[in-house]
Protein backbone atom coordinates (compact mmCIF):
# COMPACT_ATOMS: atom_id res chain seq x y z
CA UNK A 1 0.00 0.00 0.00
CA UNK A 2 1.27 3.77 -0.72
CA UNK A 3 2.06 5.61 2.29
CA UNK A 4 0.34 9.15 2.52
CA UNK A 5 3.35 10.15 4.06
CA UNK A 6 5.35 10.18 1.32
CA UNK A 7 3.30 13.49 -0.05
CA UNK A 8 5.18 15.41 2.55
CA UNK A 9 8.46 13.92 1.67
CA UNK A 10 8.47 13.37 -2.03
CA UNK A 11 11.28 14.80 -3.44
CA UNK A 12 11.42 17.88 -6.35
CA UNK A 13 12.18 15.17 -9.29
CA UNK A 14 9.56 13.07 -7.89
CA UNK A 15 7.15 16.37 -7.54
CA UNK A 16 8.12 17.33 -11.41
CA UNK A 17 7.77 13.70 -13.18
CA UNK A 18 3.95 13.49 -11.15
CA UNK A 19 2.91 16.96 -12.24
CA UNK A 20 3.95 16.41 -15.87
CA UNK A 21 2.46 12.88 -15.87
CA UNK A 22 -0.90 14.46 -14.94
CA UNK A 23 -0.62 17.15 -17.65
CA UNK A 24 0.77 15.10 -20.95
CA UNK A 25 -2.33 12.39 -19.42
CA UNK A 26 -4.78 15.16 -19.32
CA UNK A 27 -3.73 16.52 -22.43
CA UNK A 28 -4.68 13.32 -24.47
CA UNK A 29 -7.71 13.07 -22.51
CA UNK A 30 -6.85 9.73 -21.11
CA UNK A 31 -7.82 8.56 -17.61
CA UNK A 32 -5.68 7.19 -14.75
CA UNK A 33 -6.91 3.52 -15.91
CA UNK A 34 -6.53 4.53 -19.59
CA UNK A 35 -2.72 5.55 -19.00
CA UNK A 36 -2.37 2.65 -16.70
CA UNK A 37 -3.43 0.40 -19.50
CA UNK A 38 -0.85 2.17 -22.13
CA UNK A 39 1.98 1.40 -19.38
CA UNK A 40 0.93 -1.85 -18.06
CA UNK A 41 0.57 -0.53 -14.68
CA UNK A 42 -2.70 -0.27 -12.56
CA UNK A 43 -5.02 2.89 -12.02
CA UNK A 44 -3.97 2.51 -8.45
CA UNK A 45 -0.51 2.92 -9.26
CA UNK A 46 -1.06 5.65 -11.67
CA UNK A 47 -3.03 7.34 -8.98
CA UNK A 48 -0.18 6.87 -6.37
CA UNK A 49 2.46 8.36 -8.54
CA UNK A 50 0.56 11.59 -9.47
CA UNK A 51 -0.73 12.48 -5.94
CA UNK A 52 3.08 11.27 -4.62
CA UNK A 53 1.62 8.50 -2.40
CA UNK A 54 4.44 6.69 -4.17
CA UNK A 55 7.19 8.05 -6.74
CA UNK A 56 7.39 6.76 -10.09
CA UNK A 57 9.49 3.35 -10.23
CA UNK A 58 11.98 2.68 -12.14
CA UNK A 59 10.17 0.69 -14.60
CA UNK A 60 7.57 3.32 -14.98
CA UNK A 61 9.65 5.51 -15.76
CA UNK A 62 11.29 3.78 -18.77
CA UNK A 63 7.48 3.22 -19.75
CA UNK A 64 5.98 6.73 -19.12
CA UNK A 65 8.99 8.06 -21.43
CA UNK A 66 7.67 5.66 -23.97
CA UNK A 67 4.39 6.81 -24.03
CA UNK A 68 4.45 10.40 -22.69
CA UNK A 69 7.69 11.38 -23.89
CA UNK A 70 7.10 12.63 -27.07
CA UNK A 71 11.12 11.81 -27.53
CA UNK A 72 12.00 14.98 -25.02
CA UNK A 73 13.66 12.61 -22.38
CA UNK A 74 11.81 14.45 -19.69
CA UNK A 75 11.02 11.14 -17.87
CA UNK A 76 14.43 9.05 -18.99
CA UNK A 77 16.08 11.97 -17.71
CA UNK A 78 14.57 11.90 -14.61
CA UNK A 79 15.62 8.37 -13.47
CA UNK A 80 18.83 8.81 -11.64
CA UNK A 81 17.79 11.77 -9.30
CA UNK A 82 13.91 10.03 -8.71
CA UNK A 83 16.10 6.91 -7.70
CA UNK A 84 18.46 9.01 -5.65
CA UNK A 85 15.24 10.78 -3.54
CA UNK A 86 14.54 6.99 -2.65
CA UNK A 87 17.61 6.33 -0.85
CA UNK A 88 18.06 7.51 2.93
CA UNK A 89 18.96 11.32 3.12
CA UNK A 90 22.59 10.34 4.83
CA UNK A 91 23.30 7.86 1.66
CA UNK A 92 22.37 10.19 -1.19
CA UNK A 93 25.55 12.13 -1.57
CA UNK A 94 27.73 9.04 -1.45
CA UNK A 95 25.00 6.80 -3.58
CA UNK A 96 26.29 9.27 -6.46
CA UNK A 97 29.34 9.39 -6.07
CA UNK A 98 29.99 5.12 -6.28
CA UNK A 99 27.86 5.12 -9.87
CA UNK A 100 30.27 7.80 -11.32
CA UNK A 101 33.71 6.33 -9.22
CA UNK A 102 36.85 5.31 -10.94
CA UNK A 103 37.94 3.01 -8.26
CA UNK A 104 36.04 1.79 -4.98
CA UNK A 105 38.28 0.26 -2.31
CA UNK A 106 35.29 -1.24 0.28
CA UNK A 107 35.45 -2.79 3.51
CA UNK A 108 32.35 -5.07 4.77
CA UNK A 109 32.39 -6.26 8.27
CA UNK A 110 29.02 -6.37 9.39
CA UNK A 111 26.70 -7.68 6.18
CA UNK A 112 27.43 -8.13 2.52
CA UNK A 113 28.26 -4.85 0.81
CA UNK A 114 24.50 -3.56 -0.41
CA UNK A 115 26.77 -3.06 -3.84
CA UNK A 116 26.95 -6.81 -4.03
CA UNK A 117 23.71 -7.94 -2.63
CA UNK A 118 20.92 -10.36 -4.06
CA UNK A 119 17.27 -9.32 -4.34
CA UNK A 120 16.19 -11.71 -1.65
CA UNK A 121 19.19 -11.24 0.82
CA UNK A 122 18.62 -7.26 0.58
CA UNK A 123 15.05 -8.14 0.69
CA UNK A 124 15.90 -9.73 4.01
CA UNK A 125 18.18 -7.38 5.41
CA UNK A 126 16.13 -4.42 4.72
CA UNK A 127 12.33 -5.72 6.26
CA UNK A 128 14.37 -7.42 9.03
CA UNK A 129 15.47 -3.61 10.19
CA UNK A 130 14.73 -2.10 13.30
CA UNK A 131 12.51 -0.06 13.67
CA UNK A 132 10.46 -1.77 11.12
CA UNK A 133 9.76 -0.32 7.91
CA UNK A 134 6.22 -0.49 5.75
CA UNK A 135 6.16 -3.17 2.97
CA UNK A 136 6.29 -0.61 0.31
CA UNK A 137 8.97 1.19 2.04
CA UNK A 138 11.04 -1.69 2.18
CA UNK A 139 10.43 -2.96 -1.61
CA UNK A 140 11.71 0.48 -2.91
CA UNK A 141 14.74 0.45 -0.81
CA UNK A 142 15.19 -2.77 -2.16
CA UNK A 143 14.52 -1.58 -6.01
CA UNK A 144 17.05 1.53 -5.11
CA UNK A 145 20.06 -0.93 -4.16
CA UNK A 146 19.57 -3.28 -6.70
CA UNK A 147 19.89 -0.70 -9.15
CA UNK A 148 23.86 0.70 -7.86
CA UNK A 149 24.48 -2.77 -10.01
CA UNK A 150 24.76 -0.80 -12.80
CA UNK A 151 28.15 0.25 -11.53
CA UNK A 152 29.34 -3.15 -12.57
CA UNK A 153 28.31 -3.16 -16.14
CA UNK A 154 29.04 0.09 -16.54
CA UNK A 155 31.25 1.96 -19.72
CA UNK A 156 34.04 3.40 -18.67
CA UNK A 157 34.44 0.31 -15.85
CA UNK A 158 35.25 0.64 -12.15
CA UNK A 159 37.69 -0.95 -10.33
CA UNK A 160 36.46 -2.43 -7.37
CA UNK A 161 38.58 -3.77 -4.49
CA UNK A 162 36.53 -5.33 -1.05
CA UNK A 163 37.68 -6.82 1.85
CA UNK A 164 34.57 -9.03 3.68
CA UNK A 165 35.11 -10.03 7.27
CA UNK A 166 34.72 -14.01 7.26
CA UNK A 167 32.01 -13.66 9.91
CA UNK A 168 29.53 -11.66 7.70
CA UNK A 169 29.76 -14.95 5.29
CA UNK A 170 28.80 -16.72 7.97
CA UNK A 171 26.16 -14.59 8.84
CA UNK A 172 23.00 -16.39 8.01
CA UNK A 173 20.49 -13.64 6.56
CA UNK A 174 17.14 -14.75 5.30
CA UNK A 175 17.58 -18.31 5.88
CA UNK A 176 19.65 -21.35 4.70
CA UNK A 177 18.58 -20.74 0.72
CA UNK A 178 18.79 -17.14 0.53
CA UNK A 179 22.30 -17.19 1.96
CA UNK A 180 23.15 -20.33 -0.40
CA UNK A 181 22.35 -17.52 -3.29
CA UNK A 182 24.05 -15.01 -2.01
CA UNK A 183 27.62 -16.48 -1.16
CA UNK A 184 27.24 -17.93 -4.88
CA UNK A 185 26.71 -14.20 -6.43
CA UNK A 186 29.43 -13.17 -4.37
CA UNK A 187 31.26 -16.01 -5.80
CA UNK A 188 30.11 -14.91 -9.28
CA UNK A 189 30.89 -11.10 -8.99
CA UNK A 190 34.70 -11.78 -7.76
CA UNK A 191 35.20 -13.10 -10.99
CA UNK A 192 34.90 -10.27 -12.93
CA UNK A 193 37.91 -8.37 -14.08
CA UNK A 194 37.00 -5.25 -12.40
CA UNK A 195 37.04 -6.97 -9.17
CA UNK A 196 39.37 -8.09 -6.55
CA UNK A 197 37.32 -9.96 -3.45
CA UNK A 198 38.93 -10.52 -0.24
CA UNK A 199 37.74 -12.30 2.87
CA UNK A 200 39.26 -11.04 6.32
CA UNK A 201 39.88 -14.58 8.29
CA UNK A 202 38.34 -15.26 11.28
CA UNK A 203 41.98 -15.96 13.00
CA UNK A 204 42.83 -12.49 12.36
CA UNK A 205 44.21 -11.11 15.29
CA UNK A 206 45.53 -14.16 16.48
CA UNK A 207 49.19 -13.15 16.25
CA UNK A 208 47.93 -9.00 17.77
CA UNK A 209 47.52 -7.47 14.89
CA UNK A 210 43.85 -6.57 13.27
CA UNK A 211 43.56 -3.48 11.46
CA UNK A 212 39.91 -3.70 10.71
CA UNK A 213 38.74 -3.31 14.26
CA UNK A 214 37.45 0.50 14.14
CA UNK A 215 34.93 -0.26 11.79
CA UNK A 216 33.60 -0.42 7.89
CA UNK A 217 35.22 1.70 5.15
CA UNK A 218 34.40 3.58 1.93
CA UNK A 219 37.09 4.54 -0.27
CA UNK A 220 36.46 6.03 -3.47
CA UNK A 221 38.60 7.71 -5.97
CA UNK A 222 36.69 10.22 -8.14
CA UNK A 223 36.73 10.96 -11.85
CA UNK A 224 38.88 14.03 -11.11
CA UNK A 225 40.91 11.81 -9.16
CA UNK A 226 40.04 12.60 -5.93
CA UNK A 227 40.27 10.52 -3.21
CA UNK A 228 37.33 10.87 -0.33
CA UNK A 229 36.42 8.26 2.62
CA UNK A 230 32.83 7.47 3.30
CA UNK A 231 31.68 5.81 6.60
CA UNK A 232 28.15 5.14 7.99
CA UNK A 233 27.01 4.12 11.43
CA UNK A 234 23.39 3.75 12.89
CA UNK A 235 22.18 5.85 10.10
CA UNK A 236 24.56 8.23 10.43
CA UNK A 237 27.82 9.49 7.66
CA UNK A 238 30.14 11.40 7.71
CA UNK A 239 31.96 12.08 3.99
CA UNK A 240 35.48 12.73 4.33
CA UNK A 241 38.32 14.65 1.66
CA UNK A 242 41.06 16.53 3.90
CA UNK A 243 43.66 14.85 2.51
CA UNK A 244 45.73 13.55 5.65
CA UNK A 245 42.56 12.19 6.63
CA UNK A 246 41.65 10.56 3.67
CA UNK A 247 45.71 9.31 3.59
CA UNK A 248 45.34 7.65 6.97
CA UNK A 249 41.88 5.53 5.80
CA UNK A 250 43.56 4.63 2.89
CA UNK A 251 46.67 3.26 4.66
CA UNK A 252 44.33 1.44 7.05
CA UNK A 253 42.84 -0.49 4.04
CA UNK A 254 45.65 -1.42 2.29
CA UNK A 255 46.65 -3.13 6.27
CA UNK A 256 43.54 -4.44 6.28
CA UNK A 257 43.59 -5.91 2.75
CA UNK A 258 47.37 -7.53 3.85
CA UNK A 259 46.02 -9.45 6.17
CA UNK A 260 42.95 -11.10 3.90
CA UNK A 261 43.27 -14.04 2.13
CA UNK A 262 44.43 -13.54 -1.65
CA UNK A 263 41.83 -13.67 -3.51
CA UNK A 264 42.05 -17.45 -4.83
CA UNK A 265 41.69 -18.37 -1.68
CA UNK A 266 39.02 -16.04 -0.88
CA UNK A 267 37.02 -17.44 -3.49
CA UNK A 268 37.42 -21.25 -2.76
CA UNK A 269 36.41 -19.91 1.21
CA UNK A 270 32.99 -18.83 -0.18
CA UNK A 271 32.92 -21.79 -2.32
CA UNK A 272 32.94 -24.17 0.59
CA UNK A 273 30.46 -22.11 2.63
CA UNK A 274 28.30 -22.47 -0.33
CA UNK A 275 28.34 -25.92 -0.07
CA UNK A 276 30.02 -25.79 -3.96
Not at 17 to 26: D, E, G, N, S, T
Not at 48 to 59: C, G, I, V, Y
Amino acid sequence: MARAENKETAGPTAQMVAKLARKFRARKGWTQEELGDQIGFSAAAVSAMETLAQPASDDMLVELERVLGDGLDIFEDARVPVRLEKYPVQFQDYALLEQTAVVLRLYAMLVIHGLFQTEEYARALIGGGYPPLPEQRVEELVEARLARKALFDRVPVAHIEIVVEESVLRRVIGGPETMRGQLLYLAECSRRRNVTLQVLPMDTGASGEYAGARGELNLVETTTHDHLVYLEVQDESVLLSDPPKVSTYAQRYAKIRAQALDPRASLGLIEELAGE
